[in-house]
Each structure stands twice: as C-alpha cells, then as structure tokens.
C-alpha cells in the first residue's frame, strides 16, 4: 500500500529535521585524541634515497564527536607526504591538516611534529668482496689453510656516501671448532651499514 504523497513529504521532512537535529546536538559536544600516525612517503624518484632520522611516526591529534573518537580506527589515519618531482639534498617539509587522512567527521587539531627535515641522496650500486667470519680452532694438529667465498663478491646498492665508505660485506660465524677436514656452509651475508642493502644474492 502507497502512502499519499502528503504523507511521504512530511515523513521526509521529518527525518531530516530530525537528523540535522542530530548534528547540531552533536556539534555542541566535541572530544579530543592524539594517536601516533605513521608517515608514508609517496613518489620518492627512483634515483634517489632517503637518509638520516625521517621519522616513522608523528603525533596526530584529533576532535570529533565524543561517540565518533570513540570508534576511531586509528588504522584508518595517515600522514603522506609527495616527493615527486624532489631533488638531492636537504628538503623540509611542512605538515598540514590536509595531508592527513582520517574518516568522515573527525578534524586535525595538531600535527607534532609539523616539519619533517629529509635528507635525499643519489642512489649508487657498486660490488665488494665477501669476508667469511670463522669462529673456533681445529681439531689438535691440523690449522686454517684457506677460507674461500662463492661467490667472491656482492653487489650492493645506497646512498653514494654509504656506498662510497662500504669496503666489504660480513657473513654469518663459520665455526670449525674441533673439525678435521674441510668444511663447507652456505650462509647469511650482512652489512655494517643499515642504509644499504643487498642487490641479488644474500648468500653465499
């Protein structure tokens, strides 16, 4: 059965004067959250990397609703930051509201902190040589004669001031504790450097 359309009109009228009642209650009443906020890094140039201390996180507050801050999904809150078209060295970058992303009826009170310094360097690749860690003596008579790496070298990849300073890559401890013939392990390679990574193989 249809209602008259007198009716509906009133029905409708009367759902929204109740909702904007709804937001004007609502509006009076207003509660604050802070929240760590992890910063995401958005079209860094592939020829360029990222040094120093850029923070993982900054500290976002919040107002809303008090029944809004309540369900907050602190998930569902980003800070971004657009790199492109950046170039190598020192960039500052300032914070506002609008880089934030957070729901529907929440609004960004304060960013801390709101300038972020990042430091853009020139990525570099270069190969060095691999020096196997050994650990323990041999078995009685018998001694170390040669350590060998395959491959010999790896191929790692930075800043070009971390990869200019890098001279050899590190393994995983070899131990010949006790033994008396020759041992042979496939290992772990690591670097001193924690800006830098691998290019390839990590094992040798």
């Known amino acids: 059965m249809s209602l008259p359309r007198r009716d509906l009109a009133l029905r409708v009228v009367s759902l929204l004067l109740a909702v904007g ?3 004007v209650i609502a509006g009076r009443q207003t509660a ?3 929240l760590a906020v992890p910063v995401e890094l958005r079209n860094v140039p592939r020829t360029l990397e990222l040094t120093g201390g850029a923070p993982d996180s900054v500290e976002v507050r919040v107002r809303a609703s008090p029944g809004l801050i ?3 999904d602190p998930g569902r809150v980003l800070a971004t930051i657009d ?8 960039k500052i970058v300032q914070l506002t509201p609008d880089q934030i992303r957070v729901p529907f009826g929440f609004k960004v009170v304060r960013i801390t902190p709101s300038l972020l310094t990042l430091q853009l360097e ?8 691999v020096a196997p860690r050994v650990i323990g003596r041999p078995a009685a008579g018998y001694e170390l004669a040669e350590v060998v790496s395959e491959p010999a070298e ?8 971390r990869v200019q300073t890098l ?7 070899i131990s010949i504790e006790g033994v008396s013939s020759t041992v042979q392990q496939s290992v772990g390679v690591g670097l001193g450097d924690p800006l830098l990574r691998l290019e390839g193989t990590s094992r040798v």
């Open 21 to 23: 009642l709804w937001f």
């Open 32 to 34: 604050e959250r802070g």
């Open 70 to 72: 309540d369900s907050l």
């Open 83 to 90: 790199l492109a078209g950046a170039q190598e060295g020192e």
């Open 122 to 129: 020139t990525m570099w690749q270069k190969a060095i040589p």
């Open 154 to 161: 790896v191929r790692i990849a930075g800043p070009t001031s």
């Open 167 to 173: 001279a050899t890559a590190f393994t995983e401890p």
